[in-house]
């Protein structure tokens, strides 16, 4: 038996209803529930008291400052490395371009725990350098200014792979005939380049400014210590005073956090809605302008920007592990790999977590791999309104905050499943469906982009040959998807291993992920060794991203981010 497959369609009859089941599951239930629970709560007249209430406007106002800060000194650092790495011909772009992307795989709570550890008068770097401010100055990063910088410095890789996106299809005729006219570089740049470039800008702009409204480990860190509340954070430390009006609560907080976001998005929609960018002619502007002597002025620029963004607070990242306490300077007779030692060998916390967050990437990883291979082959084989809503619905619980999702399945998983009377609240399970949802369309684009480059009619022969579903699926589509499919498995699996929205709001004890003990221990005063485990958590990126980089020839084209 190889499946009742419909007429003159070669997708069994159960592959869709299938699909359309597990999204009903992973992004329906859960996103219709938080509505319920938010207009219940304004039937009841508890949303009034939080819209009403001044710490809701507070954080409001700081999610929005911080959210548009980072979102401009994004812009500033994305476009200038877009427009340098994409344009020009200044050597190495290929290693410049796969350092600028690594912040954004770094989870959040690690990169702000490296700038504390980088700045201010305890920072034992600074301290071993004989630069450190003097003790009792504040430290500059708890303000809004600090949340913002490095929102800026997380989100810069989300505009650049925009930015570049846009790049590479403006055509080069158009330019090279603008210089054959004799226009000058820039005279070139700013009539052609900076118009045709305007899409991608400001799309990368509205992403990093979604990405800022839904951080959680940046404002968790920097924020809450010096009393500045989030939206995200708000709902942090409402689940942490739990009371019988906290998921009405939380409810209506995730709906103004969507609300914002879906604003960011609108704003996008509007700016280009009235205007028309298509582009005729051979695209691919790539090494568009000959650099010559500024190169000698755009390299340093580039290899600062980046020093300060990765080395140096990498390197006070090390420092701040090696030291026997937050505020000690590194020195022969300071230096320890005590805490090194705690988290790899002693602390069953931490050794719970890299179980906990190996076992979760992995599963997501290889279960969505499994759902992208047949959703994949039954969204790029249908062209319907049907398999268009499937994909939209696909993606929305990865382009909504994480904190919102955490919401929408705490209020799905709270109460004992039906008919099994078993809770998943408080599991390692419940997590592993957050994952599910918010990583699903993460894994589904790569098989998706492979799926679109193959001949169709390799799976129509094997058909009329008599081969069943599952016989092409093996023998032919498989090996021509697998690459994409082991990219797919490694984007899941360095996201999901590092993830702490989600899990910041789902973890018990015994389900601590990596990023909840990151910030766990930091918050409870072990800076050394939360700084030990960031530092692991940083090479176990970059081998993942290295990783990636050497598969890169084999997969389609965008399916490694920072690859042309």
């Known amino acids: 038996m190889h499946g009742y497959v419909r007429p003159g369609n070669s997708q069994p009859a159960w592959l869709f209803p299938l699909i359309v089941s597990v999204v009903l599951v992973l992004s329906v ?40 800060l980072g979102t401009a000194i994004s812009l500033v650092i994305g476009a200038f490395f877009a427009f340098v790495l994409t344009l020009t011909d200044v050597p190495a772009r290929g290693p410049f371009s796969f350092l600028f992307v690594l912040p954004m795989m770094i989870p959040p709570q690690v990169t702000a725990l ?32 600090g949340i913002a910088l490095l929102y800026g410095v997380q989100h810069a890789p989300l505009v650049y792979l925009a930015l570049r996106a846009g790049l590479l299809i403006i055509p080069r005729d158009g330019i090279e005939a603008a210089r054959l006219s004799g226009a000058s570089a820039l005279r070139t740049f700013r ?54 009006q906290t998921f009405g609560e939380v409810a209506v907080l995730s709906g103004v956090i969507a609300l914002i976001a879906v604003a960011g998005l609108a704003v996008q929609e509007r700016a280009l809605g009235g205007r028309d960018y298509r582009i005729l002619g051979q695209s691919g502007a790539a090494t568009s302008f000959q650099v010559g002597r500024w190169k000698f002025v755009l390299i340093p620029l580039l290899v600062v920007a980046l020093f300060f963004m990765l080395v140096a607070p990498f390197l006070a990242l090390v420092a701040g592990a090696l030291v026997p306490a937050f505020g000690v300077p590194l020195t022969f007779e300071t230096l320890s790999f005590h805490a090194f030692e705690e988290v790899l060998l002693r602390q069953v916390v931490t050794r719970t977590a890299f179980a906990n967050s190996v076992f979760l990437a992995a599963v997501t990883a290889g279960g969505l791999l499994g759902l992208s ?49 078993v809770t998943l609240y408080g599991t390692i399970w419940i997590i592993l469906l957050a994952y599910f949802a918010s990583f699903f369309a993460v894994s589904l684009k790569p098989v998706v982009s492979a799926y679109r480059q193959l ?3 390799l799976e129509e022969a094997a058909r009329l040959a008599g081969a069943g579903f ?46 909840v003990v990151i910030y766990n221990l930091d918050d ?22 290295l990783l990636l980089e050497l598969m890169a020839k084999y997969l389609p084209r965008g399916v490694v981010p920072w690859r042309s």
């Not at 490296?114 to 100055?137: R, Y």
């Not at 082991?486 to 990596?514: D, K, M, P, R």
């Not at 530092?535 to 176990?540: D, E, T």
Request: hydrophobic share 60%; glycine share 8%; charged share 10%.
């Open 191 to 244: 009539d052609i380049v900076l118009p045709l470039a305007l899409p991608g800008m400001i799309a990368g702009a509205a992403v990093a400014f979604v990405s800022c409204i839904g951080n959680f480990g940046i404002p968790a860190i920097l924020g809450i210590p010096a009393s500045i509340y989030t939206l995200a954070t708000l709902i942090f430390t409402k689940f942490a005073a739990f009371t019988d």
């Open 373 to 421: 291979v047949l959703a994949g082959y039954v969204l790029t084989r249908r062209r319907d309104a049907a398999a268009r809503l499937v994909a939209s619905l696909i993606e929305i619980p990865y382009a909504l905050p994480g904190i919102i999702v955490a919401v929408a399945f705490i209020l799905v998983f709270a109460a004992p499943l039906p008919v099994f009377n």
């Open 524 to 545: 409870s005063g072990s800076s050394d060794l939360a700084s030990a485990l960031s530092v692991l958590v940083v090479v176990l990126v970059v081998l993942m991203m």
């Open 29 to 68: 239930l859960p996103l219709a529930r938080l509505a319920v629970t938010g207009i219940a709560a304004f039937a009841g007249g508890g949303a009034f008291a939080v819209l009403t209430d001044r710490t809701l406007w507070s954080a409001t106002y700081y999610t929005l400052v911080t959210a548009f």
């Open 455 to 457: 001949d169709p009619g």
């Open 114 to 145: 490296a700038w504390v550890q980088m700045s201010g008068p305890s920072s034992p770097l600074l301290k071993a350098l004989h630069i450190a401010p003097p003790l009792g100055s504040p430290q500059p990063l708890y303000s809004v200014g």
């Open 470 to 515: 599952f016989r092409r699926l093996m023998d032919i589509l498989l090996p021509l998807v697998a690459p994409a499919a082991g990219a797919s498995v490694i984007l899941v699996f360095l996201i999901a291993c590092n993830e702490l929205t989600v899990s910041a709001l789902l973890w018990s004890a015994g389900t601590q992920t990596l990023g």
